[in-house]
C-alpha cells in the first residue's frame, strides 16, 4: 500500500511571490507515479503537474515545478508568481504503473492574498 | 469535449434507501475511476474500469456498493442499504490511455454529494 502525506493544512501567499507544498509519500513499488491536483472551490478538480519516479529531472509547467527527492520519498510544489486563481485546494497523490492503487494526500488549502 | 458529468450532483436519502449516481466520462476514455471524498480528506480510490472490465476493488467497496460500466461508455454506482457514514462526495474520472494506466492524467466530474439522514 501507498501513503501520501501533506503537513500542511493551510498556506497563504501573497500575490507574485512564491510558496512551495510539501508532499512526503511511502511505496514499496520500484516504479510509481507523482501528481498534484488543484481543486478550486466548488469546482472540478485538475491536474497541476506529473512527475513520473524513473525521472531525475523534475517536471515543470509554466509556474509549476516540483522538487522530487525520490531518496527521501519527497516531492513539493513550487508555485512562482502566484495569481488569485491559484487559490485552491491542492492535493498530492500517487499511483502504481498499472493505475489499480492511487493515493491522495488530505489537501493543503492555499490562500492568495491580494 | 463537454468533459465528465455526473448525475445527479446532490442526492439525499434516508438510512436504508438504495442509490444510485451516474457518471458520463470523456467521449473516447477507455478509464473510469470511481473516489470517494469525505470532508477535509482527500479522494479515496474506489474502483476503476478499463472498458467495460472492472480491473480494481479497494476494500473500501464494501458489498453493498456495485460499480458496473456495461458497454465501457457511462458507469453507474450503486449503495444498498445506505448507512450515515456513506455521507461523502463521490467524484468520478476518466482517462484515456494505451499504456500504463498510472501515468494517465484523470479528468474529473464534479461529484455526486451524498447525504444520508
Redesign the interface.
Known amino acids: 500500500a501507498q501513503t501520501v502525506t501533506q503537513s500542511q493544512p493551510e498556506m497563504s501567499v501573497q500575490e507574485a511571490e512564491t510558496v512551495t507544498l510539501s508532499c512526503t509519500y511511502d511505496t514499496s513499488e520500484s516504479d510509481y507515479y507523482l501528481f498534484w491536483y488543484k481543486q478550486p472551490p466548488s469546482r472540478q478538480m485538475i491536474l497541476v503537474i506529473r512527475q513520473e519516479a524513473y525521472k531525475q529531472q523534475n517536471a515543470t509547467e509554466n509556474r509549476f515545478s516540483v522538487n522530487f527527492q525520490k531518496a527521501a520519498k519527497s516531492f513539493s510544489l513550487k508555485i512562482s508568481d502566484s495569481q488569485l486563481g491559484d487559490a485552491a485546494m491542492y492535493f498530492c497523490a500517487s499511483a502504481s504503473p498499472t493505475g489499480n492503487q492511487f493515493y491522495f494526500g488530505t489537501g493543503t488549502s492555499l490562500t492568495v492574498i491580494p | 469535449d463537454t468533459?465528465?458529468s455526473q448525475d445527479p450532483r446532490h442526492k439525499i436519502t434516508k438510512r436504508g434507501q438504495n442509490v444510485t449516481f451516474r457518471c458520463d466520462p470523456i467521449s473516447e476514455h477507455n478509464?473510469l475511476?470511481w473516489?470517494r471524498q469525505t470532508l477535509?480528506?482527500?479522494?479515496?480510490?474506489l474502483t476503476?474500469f478499463q472498458n467495460e472490465a472492472q480491473?480494481?476493488k479497494s476494500r473500501l467497496l464494501s458489498d453493498r456498493f456495485s460499480a458496473e460500466r456495461p458497454k465501457g461508455s457511462f458507469s453507474t454506482l450503486e449503495i444498498q442499504r445506505t448507512e450515515q457514514g456513506d455521507s461523502a462526495m463521490y467524484?468520478c474520472?476518466s482517462s484515456y490511455g494505451r499504456g500504463?494506466?498510472?501515468?494517465?492524467?484523470?479528468?474529473?466530474?464534479?461529484?455526486t454529494r451524498l447525504t444520508v439522514l
Do not use: K, N
Open positions: 468533459g465528465v478509464r475511476y473516489y477535509g480528506q482527500g479522494p479515496e480510490f476503476y480491473l480494481e467524484l474520472a500504463l494506466a498510472g501515468a494517465d492524467t484523470q479528468y474529473f466530474g464534479p461529484g
